[in-house]
C-alpha cells in the first residue's frame, strides 16, 4: 500500500522534483533527500509558524511525496508550514543551481543568453508556465558573477590530471614524480 504527503510548491520545484524523483516523487533511492523528509515529518519544527500566514503554503502547484506505510503510521503525514517553507527553500536552490550551471555553461561557449535560456527550459521541460523566461532571465543576471565558472581552465585541469594518471599508470612516471610534478604546478600558478 502507497501513502503520499502533498507539499505545495512553487511550479519549478514541481517541475525539478518530477524531473529527479518521479511523479509521485519518491526519496526512497536517495538517503540524503529521504533522511530530509523524514526528519520533517518525525519532528516537525514549528519555530516559524507565526511567520507564515496560510497563504504563503498555499502555493499554485503541489507534489505528491510517497512515504512508507511505517512512515505514514510512525511519523504522521504532514509538515508544519515552517517545514514546508524549507523544503520548498532546498529544491528551489538546488533547481537555481542546476539552471545557472546549465545557462552559463552555454554563455561561456559563446551562445547568446536568450538562446541559453531557451535551451535550458527545453531541456529540462520547464515550459513558461513553470518557470517564465522573465524570470530566469533576472535570477541569471543577478548572480551570474559570482557563479563564473572557467570551462577552459577547468577542462586544462582535468586534461593535465589524465595526463598525469596515464603516465603513472604505464610507469613512465612513479607516483612520487607526480607528487613532484602536483607540487611544482601548484608552485608556478
Not at 509521485?24 to 507564515?52: G, I
Not at 535560456?117 to 533576472?138: A, G, H, L, V
Request: net charge positive; glycine share 4%; with cysteine.
Amino acid at each position: 500500500m502507497q501513502f503520499n504527503v502533498t507539499v505545495p510548491v512553487k511550479p519549478y520545484v514541481k517541475r525539478f522534483l518530477e524531473n529527479n524523483y518521479g511523479d509521485p516523487v519518491n526519496f526512497r533511492n536517495h538517503p540524503r533527500e529521504n533522511e530530509l523528509f523524514k526528519r520533517m515529518l518525525k519532528k516537525p519544527c514549528h519555530d516559524n509558524e507565526h511567520k507564515y500566514t496560510n497563504e504563503l503554503c498555499k502555493q499554485t502547484h503541489s507534489v505528491e511525496i510517497l512515504i512508507s506505510q511505517r512512515d505514514f503510521y510512525r511519523n504522521g503525514w504532514e509538515l508544519t508550514k515552517t517545514d514546508i517553507v524549507s523544503f520548498g527553500k532546498y529544491f528551489e536552490k538546488h533547481a537555481k543551481w542546476l539552471m545557472r550551471t546549465v545557462v552559463s555553461t552555454y554563455v561561456q561557449h559563446g551562445t547568446p543568453v536568450h538562446r541559453s535560456i531557451m535551451n535550458f527550459q527545453t531541456r529540462f521541460m520547464m515550459e513558461e508556465e513553470y518557470w517564465s523566461f522573465d524570470s530566469i532571465k533576472k535570477d541569471f543576471y543577478r548572480l551570474r558573477e559570482s557563479e563564473g565558472i572557467n570551462l577552459n581552465e577547468y577542462a586544462y585541469q582535468h586534461m593535465e590530471r589524465l595526463i598525469r594518471i596515464n603516465m603513472c599508470k604505464v610507469g613512465v612516471i612513479t607516483d612520487k614524480g607526480v607528487k613532484i610534478y602536483e607540487k611544482n604546478s601548484v608552485t608556478s600558478e
